[in-house]
């Protein structure tokens, strides 16, 4: 009988390709630990005859893999997690019993989960979209999750919406699209039907959902929750995260480019971050009010489209959040990790906002679906870094192994079987809930105009003219005319100017009635804290600048800017025609990081052109280069640029002005690109 030949024999490679087990390599096996032969052919009746069924090795190989994908989550599938640690600054031991909220110093260990909403877990990372911010803290006394999102406010008031809500954001039934975005028929109908998102209109409609990363996002509990002391008083509390790096978006164009340059534009700047030994940080800040207070708000805080201004009750900052690992395996951890709502520890309490109630349900039970068993709580990313113990039993894919015959309580047969603990439990805030059973939704939720109409006149010039742009590109995707004017009826509302710049941008011919209010609208004050620009610090930390270099250019130009740019915090890539990098004036070589082509001027914040003046030139006929140029300019980036970039600044068809320098001042060019030219943008967009 002829000897079976295996795959080395057949390539001639000798074994090199295909490695036996050695001292580095351990053996492969199948599950069962069988010690596997040949991992490249599968069991034949003869060389060129049909496989056997007999193959168990193949039907196991095969059966695992066909069964790899679990179902994405229904929102927020598109997702990027980090391993870290929340830190406590400030007790807040006079409000709460929480370990996690009084023991200053110690370090609580997270994993946290920032997601977008509408799209599918492929999607990109950029699309206009609100972003899920999760956090998971594992608690001496329990997991408790605070499940966020990076805007203070949401859409509806009642859980009992929220199906509604998703059908319409999400892809249409019909033809599945658009993917990720609310630019479309169905979202813009369910919206002008639904007067009280025009809060969350403003929001999304806002450069908050642009972020230019995911470090430079605010992060909001939303609902009020309540904190629980020893004497049984309880306090109102909101969550806020506020990122240390600042808050920072990009401008739509440049949104919109990016996501064809690099889909994954987030999740790798947070991977490349935490590589690199960069860590993701936030405050955490607390608003606390009493019942009191909360019946003096001219709003009611259990209504999850309102916020509490700033002015009104002040940010405290009492601990900080550090994300600086990145999770060893996207999908054990990132993928199985299951945040609910209903996770809370001792000393914490929810309220009675209707929002949070429903959520309160959904979670678990999606994550019965998506995971596949009660035991979700099993997988390491979920369970409980403290010690638990109950009588729950069995269930599909069970991994703890419980011994002895109690599994019931009270018991008199297991001595040391757990037992509730009233000293140290969960309890309840005592409530009178005395009141008349129905369904319905309280008058003191009906005002919801005013504070859309104080998020608009919060804004500066610039955002403001962002904001309205945006709901003109968004209606122009809509297809149906009388959805574009109920719209506008409501935007009419929150500001007569607001509704007339966006019917003028849709081109209606006749401007729609205003919408009737529920409630008349609050001229409340602007508050200082709503807008990005105003708050923006002036800091190149996180940030990442480009220099397009050629054959000849020049050396010591380039290691200065770079020096400058290092010194002020941001990353430095060279940009080269080829990714083998150029040969500078001086006759060495200097590699590149980024190719051109693939490397346009949207992956960064601000750009330098160092080039040879023949070689600018020669890139002057490459629309890649032009490209680059343009875009920076026209994205309100700071230019340096040297007496080679002169031709192709030309060929991009640029002005220089203010935010256009020489490269030979790196400080000078550093300052300008701590922020965006927004002086420019008059120059290079029509805004609405
Ligand atoms: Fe969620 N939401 N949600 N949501 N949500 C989910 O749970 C739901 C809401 C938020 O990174 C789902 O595990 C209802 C507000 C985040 O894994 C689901 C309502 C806020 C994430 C669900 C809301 C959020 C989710 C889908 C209205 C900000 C991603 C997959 C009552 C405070 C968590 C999953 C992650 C995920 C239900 C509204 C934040 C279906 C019913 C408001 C950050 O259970």
């Given at each position: 009988m002829k000897k079976p030949q295996t795959q080395d024999d057949l390539l001639g490679n000798g074994g090199e390709l295909h490695q036996q087990a050695n001292a580095e390599h351990p053996p492969l096996t199948t599950q069962q630990g069988l010690v596997i032969a040949d991992n490249q052919n599968s069991l034949r009746a003869h060389p060129q005859g049909p496989t056997l069924l007999e193959d168990f090795i193949l039907r196991e190989k095969i059966t695992h893999f066909d069964h790899e994908r679990i179902p994405e989550r229904v929102v927020h599938a598109r997702g990027s997690g980090a391993h870290g640690f929340f830190e406590l600054t400030h007790s807040l031991a006079a409000y709460t019993t929480a370990k996690v909220l009084t023991e200053v110093g110690e370090k609580t260990p997270v994993f946290s989960r920032i997601s977008t909403v509408a799209?599918?877990?492929?999607?990109?990372?950029?699309?206009?979209d609100v972003r899920g911010f999760a956090v998971k803290l594992y608690t001496k006394e329990g997991n408790w999750d605070l499940v966020g999102n990076n805007i203070p406010v949401f859409f509806i008031q009642d859980a009992i919406k929220f199906p509604d809500l998703v059908h319409a954001v999400k892809?249409?039934?019909?033809?599945?699209?658009?993917?990720?975005?609310?630019?479309?028929?169905t979202f813009w109908d369910f919206i002008s039907l639904t007067p009280e998102s025009m809060h969350m209109v403003m929001w999304i409609m806002s450069d908050r959902t642009l972020p230019r990363s995911l470090r430079m996002i605010e992060g909001f509990g939303v609902h009020s929750f309540r904190l629980l002391n020893a004497a049984g008083d309880s306090t109102f509390v909101k969550f806020h995260w506020r990122p240390k790096l600042g808050m920072q978006s990009t401008v739509w164009d440049e949104t919109v480019k990016i996501a064809g340059a690099d889909p994954d534009y987030h999740r790798r700047e947070l991977f490349d971050a935490l590589s690199a030994g960069e860590v993701a940080e936030w405050e955490f800040a607390v608003q606390l009010f009493t019942q009191a207070e909360a019946d003096a708000f001219p709003f009611n805080h259990l209504d999850a489209t309102k916020i509490i201004p700033e002015e009104l009750v002040p940010l405290q900052v009492i601990g900080r959040l550090v994300l600086d690992r990145w999770p060893n395996n996207f999908f054990a951890e990132t993928e199985q990790v299951a945040f609910c709502p209903s996770h809370l520890v001792p000393g914490i309490d929810f309220s009675n906002d209707p929002l949070l109630q429903g959520r309160l349900f959904s979670y678990r039970d999606t994550q019965l679906s998506r995971l596949g068993s009660v035991n979700f709580e099993q997988i390491p990313i979920n369970a409980a870094k403290c010690p638990f113990a109950n009588h729950q039993r069995d269930g599909h894919m069970q991994m703890a192994q419980p011994a002895g015959r109690v599994a019931y309580e009270p018991n008199t047969l297991s001595p040391d079987s757990p037992r509730s603990d009233r000293t140290n439990g969960f309890v309840s805030v005592a409530l009178d809930e005395g009141g008349e059973r129905g369904r319905v939704r309280d008058a003191s939720f009906a005002d919801h105009y005013s504070q859309a109409r104080q998020f608009w006149i919060s804004q500066t010039e610039t955002e403001q003219a962002h904001l309205a742009s945006a709901l003109v590109f968004e209606l122009s995707k809509v297809e149906h005319p009388h959805i574009r004017e109920a719209m506008v009826s409501h935007l009419l509302v929150i500001d007569a100017a607001l509704g007339q710049r966006v019917a003028d941008g849709l081109g209606l011919e006749k401007l729609p009635a205003a919408a009737t209010p529920a409630q008349p609208v609050k001229n409340l004050p602007p508050s200082a804290a709503l807008s990005i620009i105003d708050n923006a610090r002036h800091t190149l930390a996180g940030r990442c600048i480009a220099i397009l270099v050629d054959d000849g250019s020049d050396g010591a130009a380039i290691a200065a800017l770079k020096k400058a740019a290092v010194a002020a915090g941001a990353g430095v890539k060279v940009i080269a025609p080829r990714v083998g990098g150029v040969t500078l004036a001086n006759g060495e070589k200097l590699a590149a990081d980024g190719q051109l082509a693939g490397s346009p001027s949207v992956l960064f914040d601000a750009v330098a052109l160092v080039l040879a003046g023949s070689a600018g030139n020669a890139l002057c006929n490459e629309a890649a280069a032009v490209d680059f140029v343009r875009d920076a300019f026209g994205h309100l980036k700071a230019i340096a640029t040297d007496a080679g970039a002169q031709a192709l600044l030309m060929a991009a068809g640029i002005k220089p002005d203010?935010?256009?320098?020489?490269?030979?001042?790196p400080k000078a060019f550093v300052d300008a690109a701590c922020t965006r030219q927004w002086t420019r943008e008059a120059s290079v967009r029509m805004l609405a």
């Open positions: 799209g599918g877990s492929g999607s990109t990372d950029t699309p206009r892809m249409e039934p019909d033809r599945a699209f658009p993917q990720a975005a609310t630019a479309h028929d203010a935010g256009v320098l020489g490269a030979d001042n």
